[in-house]
Protein backbone atom coordinates (compact mmCIF):
# COMPACT_ATOMS: atom_id res chain seq x y z
CA UNK A 1 0.00 0.00 0.00
CA UNK A 2 1.11 3.62 0.23
CA UNK A 3 1.18 6.10 3.16
CA UNK A 4 2.43 9.43 4.21
CA UNK A 5 3.45 11.27 7.07
CA UNK A 6 3.28 14.62 8.55
CA UNK A 7 3.88 16.20 11.77
CA UNK A 8 0.65 16.88 13.32
CA UNK A 9 0.97 20.37 14.23
CA UNK A 10 3.91 23.03 13.47
CA UNK A 11 3.60 26.56 15.17
CA UNK A 12 6.03 29.20 13.68
CA UNK A 13 6.51 33.43 14.26
CA UNK A 14 5.29 35.72 11.42
CA UNK A 15 8.19 36.53 9.30
CA UNK A 16 9.79 33.45 9.92
CA UNK A 17 10.64 30.51 7.75
CA UNK A 18 8.80 27.04 8.53
CA UNK A 19 9.75 23.50 6.83
CA UNK A 20 6.45 21.04 6.65
CA UNK A 21 8.01 17.66 6.04
CA UNK A 22 6.42 14.67 4.34
CA UNK A 23 8.11 11.42 4.25
CA UNK A 24 6.39 8.56 2.60
CA UNK A 25 5.80 4.73 1.66
CA UNK A 26 5.28 3.64 -2.22
CA UNK A 27 5.85 1.30 -4.29
CA UNK A 28 5.62 3.83 -7.21
CA UNK A 29 3.88 7.02 -7.91
CA UNK A 30 4.59 10.28 -10.19
CA UNK A 31 5.38 12.72 -8.22
CA UNK A 32 4.12 14.59 -4.61
CA UNK A 33 2.02 17.44 -4.07
CA UNK A 34 0.73 20.29 -1.63
CA UNK A 35 -2.12 21.56 -0.94
CA UNK A 36 -3.17 24.30 1.68
CA UNK A 37 -6.97 24.23 3.67
CA UNK A 38 -8.26 27.13 5.62
CA UNK A 39 -10.21 25.76 8.71
CA UNK A 40 -13.58 25.00 7.27
CA UNK A 41 -12.47 25.64 3.21
CA UNK A 42 -12.15 23.50 0.68
CA UNK A 43 -8.54 22.37 -0.08
CA UNK A 44 -6.57 24.09 -3.14
CA UNK A 45 -3.23 23.42 -4.98
CA UNK A 46 -0.08 24.87 -3.65
CA UNK A 47 2.79 22.80 -5.51
CA UNK A 48 3.95 19.85 -7.24
CA UNK A 49 7.35 18.22 -7.50
CA UNK A 50 7.54 15.16 -10.03
CA UNK A 51 11.37 15.46 -10.19
CA UNK A 52 13.62 15.90 -7.15
CA UNK A 53 14.89 19.51 -6.14
CA UNK A 54 13.02 22.69 -5.12
CA UNK A 55 10.39 24.01 -6.92
CA UNK A 56 9.70 28.01 -6.02
CA UNK A 57 6.39 29.52 -6.48
CA UNK A 58 6.81 33.18 -4.37
CA UNK A 59 6.69 32.30 -0.38
CA UNK A 60 6.11 28.74 -1.34
CA UNK A 61 8.85 25.59 -2.25
CA UNK A 62 8.36 22.64 -2.17
CA UNK A 63 11.51 20.18 -2.31
CA UNK A 64 11.49 15.96 -3.18
CA UNK A 65 13.75 13.01 -2.62
CA UNK A 66 12.61 9.89 -4.12
CA UNK A 67 16.06 8.12 -3.09
CA UNK A 68 15.37 9.41 0.89
CA UNK A 69 10.75 8.49 0.09
CA UNK A 70 11.00 12.01 1.43
CA UNK A 71 9.72 15.95 0.66
CA UNK A 72 9.55 19.20 2.09
CA UNK A 73 6.92 22.38 1.68
CA UNK A 74 8.40 25.78 2.33
CA UNK A 75 6.77 28.72 3.94
CA UNK A 76 9.33 32.26 3.71
CA UNK A 77 8.57 35.26 5.14
CA UNK A 78 5.55 33.46 7.24
CA UNK A 79 2.25 35.59 7.30
CA UNK A 80 -0.96 34.86 9.46
CA UNK A 81 -3.30 34.21 6.74
CA UNK A 82 -0.70 31.01 6.26
CA UNK A 83 -2.18 29.69 9.34
CA UNK A 84 -3.75 26.58 7.70
CA UNK A 85 -3.63 22.83 7.35
CA UNK A 86 -1.12 22.09 4.58
CA UNK A 87 -1.50 18.46 3.01
CA UNK A 88 1.00 16.29 1.02
CA UNK A 89 -0.18 13.56 -1.34
CA UNK A 90 1.28 11.24 -3.75
CA UNK A 91 0.21 11.28 -7.40
CA UNK A 92 -0.71 8.06 -8.76
CA UNK A 93 -2.12 6.53 -11.82
CA UNK A 94 -5.09 8.80 -12.19
CA UNK A 95 -5.88 9.76 -8.27
CA UNK A 96 -4.29 11.30 -5.16
CA UNK A 97 -3.50 9.69 -1.82
CA UNK A 98 -3.12 12.59 0.97
CA UNK A 99 -1.22 12.31 4.18
CA UNK A 100 -3.23 13.29 7.53
CA UNK A 101 -2.00 16.60 7.34
CA UNK A 102 -0.06 19.40 8.96
CA UNK A 103 -1.82 22.40 11.32
CA UNK A 104 0.76 25.42 10.73
CA UNK A 105 -0.50 28.42 13.59
CA UNK A 106 1.67 31.28 12.76
CA UNK A 107 1.76 33.62 15.74
CA UNK A 108 2.31 37.57 16.01
CA UNK B 1 -15.60 31.69 -14.44
CA UNK B 2 -15.26 27.40 -14.50
CA UNK B 3 -16.26 26.07 -10.57
CA UNK B 4 -17.20 23.17 -8.89
CA UNK B 5 -19.91 23.35 -6.91
CA UNK B 6 -21.54 21.16 -3.89
CA UNK B 7 -25.48 21.13 -2.47
CA UNK B 8 -26.56 20.58 0.32
CA UNK B 9 -23.50 22.19 2.14
CA UNK B 10 -25.43 20.97 5.67
CA UNK B 11 -27.47 17.97 6.11
CA UNK B 12 -28.66 16.38 8.81
CA UNK B 13 -30.14 13.46 8.62
CA UNK B 14 -31.51 9.99 10.47
CA UNK B 15 -29.42 6.56 10.51
CA UNK B 16 -30.78 4.43 8.11
CA UNK B 17 -32.21 7.37 5.32
CA UNK B 18 -30.85 7.45 2.26
CA UNK B 19 -28.70 10.65 1.40
CA UNK B 20 -27.34 12.32 -1.96
CA UNK B 21 -24.87 14.56 -1.90
CA UNK B 22 -24.92 16.46 -5.44
CA UNK B 23 -21.37 17.83 -7.39
CA UNK B 24 -21.31 19.74 -10.26
CA UNK B 25 -18.59 21.30 -11.88
CA UNK B 26 -18.03 23.57 -15.24
CA UNK B 27 -14.68 22.86 -15.66
CA UNK B 28 -15.45 20.06 -18.30
CA UNK B 29 -12.78 18.02 -16.32
CA UNK B 30 -13.25 14.21 -17.05
CA UNK B 31 -11.64 13.12 -13.77
CA UNK B 32 -14.56 13.46 -10.28
CA UNK B 33 -13.44 12.31 -7.12
CA UNK B 34 -15.30 12.31 -3.69
CA UNK B 35 -13.45 12.00 -0.76
CA UNK B 36 -14.04 12.55 3.12
CA UNK B 37 -12.40 14.40 6.01
CA UNK B 38 -12.42 13.54 9.33
CA UNK B 39 -10.24 14.88 12.40
CA UNK B 40 -7.11 13.07 12.33
CA UNK B 41 -7.62 11.01 9.16
CA UNK B 42 -6.73 13.73 6.20
CA UNK B 43 -8.55 13.50 2.97
CA UNK B 44 -9.96 9.95 2.16
CA UNK B 45 -11.05 8.80 -0.99
CA UNK B 46 -14.39 6.93 -1.60
CA UNK B 47 -15.00 6.90 -5.27
CA UNK B 48 -13.89 8.56 -8.41
CA UNK B 49 -14.80 8.33 -12.23
CA UNK B 50 -12.50 9.19 -15.27
CA UNK B 51 -15.45 9.87 -17.25
CA UNK B 52 -19.44 9.24 -18.35
CA UNK B 53 -20.10 5.64 -16.66
CA UNK B 54 -16.70 5.26 -15.11
CA UNK B 55 -16.49 5.14 -11.53
CA UNK B 56 -14.55 3.16 -9.52
CA UNK B 57 -13.66 2.10 -5.73
CA UNK B 58 -11.75 4.53 -3.26
CA UNK B 59 -10.34 3.18 -0.23
CA UNK B 60 -13.19 3.98 1.59
CA UNK B 61 -16.41 2.73 -0.60
CA UNK B 62 -17.89 0.89 1.84
CA UNK B 63 -22.15 1.81 2.23
CA UNK B 64 -21.14 4.21 -0.50
CA UNK B 65 -22.06 4.77 -4.15
CA UNK B 66 -21.41 6.79 -7.22
CA UNK B 67 -22.84 7.20 -11.04
CA UNK B 68 -21.63 9.45 -13.96
CA UNK B 69 -24.71 10.43 -16.55
CA UNK B 70 -22.82 13.41 -17.58
CA UNK B 71 -19.38 15.49 -16.87
CA UNK B 72 -20.51 17.84 -15.16
CA UNK B 73 -22.34 15.50 -12.42
CA UNK B 74 -20.94 12.95 -9.75
CA UNK B 75 -23.48 12.63 -7.11
CA UNK B 76 -22.77 10.44 -3.66
CA UNK B 77 -25.36 8.10 -2.51
CA UNK B 78 -25.24 6.45 1.15
CA UNK B 79 -27.56 4.12 0.86
CA UNK B 80 -28.44 3.99 4.23
CA UNK B 81 -26.93 6.63 6.30
CA UNK B 82 -24.69 5.28 9.62
CA UNK B 83 -23.54 7.36 12.46
CA UNK B 84 -19.73 6.78 11.04
CA UNK B 85 -20.74 8.62 8.25
CA UNK B 86 -20.96 11.42 9.44
CA UNK B 87 -17.67 13.64 8.21
CA UNK B 88 -17.14 16.84 6.19
CA UNK B 89 -17.62 15.80 2.20
CA UNK B 90 -15.56 17.12 -0.55
CA UNK B 91 -15.76 16.69 -4.44
CA UNK B 92 -13.21 17.62 -6.62
CA UNK B 93 -12.28 17.14 -9.73
CA UNK B 94 -9.20 17.63 -12.16
CA UNK B 95 -8.06 17.24 -16.26
CA UNK B 96 -6.36 14.99 -17.86
CA UNK B 97 -5.53 11.35 -17.75
CA UNK B 98 -2.44 9.50 -15.95
CA UNK B 99 -1.01 12.15 -14.06
CA UNK B 100 -2.94 13.63 -11.58
CA UNK B 101 -1.08 16.40 -9.10
CA UNK B 102 -3.91 19.10 -9.26
CA UNK B 103 -7.21 19.08 -8.09
CA UNK B 104 -10.17 20.88 -7.62
CA UNK B 105 -12.11 21.20 -4.78
CA UNK B 106 -15.67 22.39 -4.53
CA UNK B 107 -16.68 24.12 -0.77
CA UNK B 108 -17.65 20.81 1.09
CA UNK B 109 -21.13 19.55 2.70
CA UNK B 110 -21.22 18.88 6.51
CA UNK B 111 -23.27 16.00 7.23
CA UNK B 112 -24.65 14.19 10.35
CA UNK B 113 -26.12 11.51 10.88
CA UNK B 114 -28.25 10.90 13.66
Known amino acids: ?108 | DAEITQSPRHKITETGRQVTLACHQTWNHNNMFWYRQDLGHGLRLIHYSYGVHDTNKGEVSDGYSVSRSNTEDLPLTLESAASSQTSVYFCASSEGSGTVYEQYFGPGTRLTVT
Request: proline share 3%; net charge negative; hydrophobic share 30%.
Open chain 1, 1 to 108: GQSLEQPSEVTAVEGAIVQINCTYQTSGFYGLSWYQQHDGGAPTFLSYNALDGLEETGRFSSFLSRSDSYGYLLLQELQMKDSASYFCALSNTGKLIFGQGTTLQVKP
